[in-house]
């Protein structure tokens, strides 16, 4: 089945650090991948997206990359802020289904 | 402001109560879930509606009884719950179940269960 696994945390940064959360997923098919951010006692907001093989999702400075070859979507940021501490989520969906797969997400935290 | 709301965004209550979740959408979506977020677990899907219709209920116990009476609002039922099933409820919605596009969701309803 479909799934998605992601590194663990928490991930502890000083403030203008670079940043890497590794992604990886199993799935049938061609999906979409996603990375959703949660700050505290918030739902899930959508941080980038890409939708097929070698699209490169950005959005306030994250990066991600759909890596067909070797089912990654790693999320990159090149300076972090106190401000980027939260809970990342990569997910996926595909086509046909009603499901969104999410990793089990990665806490992190940005020090001053 | 994700264009998806949830009240209330807290709620304590007993074992014995019945109490509901609300869930509404303006984004003209056709998809509506129900996601339960537990501490140190993986988000679970718990419903997933489409054109008003349940399409997926992933073995939930039937002390949650989801209601969908258009495709704006989506409804969780609960009675007799347990201390276990404190949790965050997440809604959110999509603009198709077919097309690979994102869910917005809301912000929650932090359950508490005593």
């Known amino acids: 089945g479909n799934s998605v696994t992601q590194m663990e945390g928490p991930v502890t940064l000083s403030e203008e650090a670079f940043l890497t959360i590794n992604c990886t997923y199993t799935?049938?098919?061609?999906?979409?991948l996603f990375w959703y951010v949660q700050y505290p006692g918030e739902g899930l907001q959508l941080l980038l997206k890409?939708?097929?093989?070698?699209d490169k999702g950005s959005n306030k400075g994250f990066e991600a990359t759909y890596r067909k070859e070797t089912t990654s979507f790693h999320l990159e940021k090149g300076s972090v802020q106190v401000s980027d501490s939260a809970v990342y989520f990569c997910?996926?969906?595909?086509?046909?289904?009603?499901?969104?797969?999410f990793g089990t997400g990665t806490r992190l935290k940005v020090l001053a | 402001e994700t264009g998806v709301t949830q009240t209330p965004r807290h709620l304590v209550m007993g074992m014995t109560n019945k109490k509901s979740l609300k869930c509404e959408q303006h984004?003209?979506?056709?998809?509506m879930y129900w996601y339960k977020q537990s501490a140190k677990k993986p988000l679970e899907l718990m419903f997933v509606?489409?054109?008003?219709?349940?399409?997926e209920n992933n073995s939930v116990p039937s002390r949650f009884s989801p209601e969908c009476p258009n495709s704006s609002h989506l409804f969780l039922h609960l009675h007799t719950l347990q201390p276990e099933d404190s949790a965050l409820y997440l809604c959110?919605?999509?603009?198709?179940?077919?097309?690979?596009?994102?869910?917005?969701f809301g912000q929650g309803t932090r359950l508490t269960v005593v």
């Open positions: 799935a049938t098919g061609y999906p979409s």
């Open positions: 997910a996926l969906a595909t086509s046909g289904t009603y499901k969104y797969i």
């Open positions: 509606y489409s054109l008003e219709e349940r399409v």
């Open positions: 984004l003209g979506h056709n998809a």
């Open positions: 890409a939708t097929k093989a070698d």
């Open positions: 959110a919605s999509s603009q198709s179940t077919v097309m690979n596009t994102e869910a917005f």
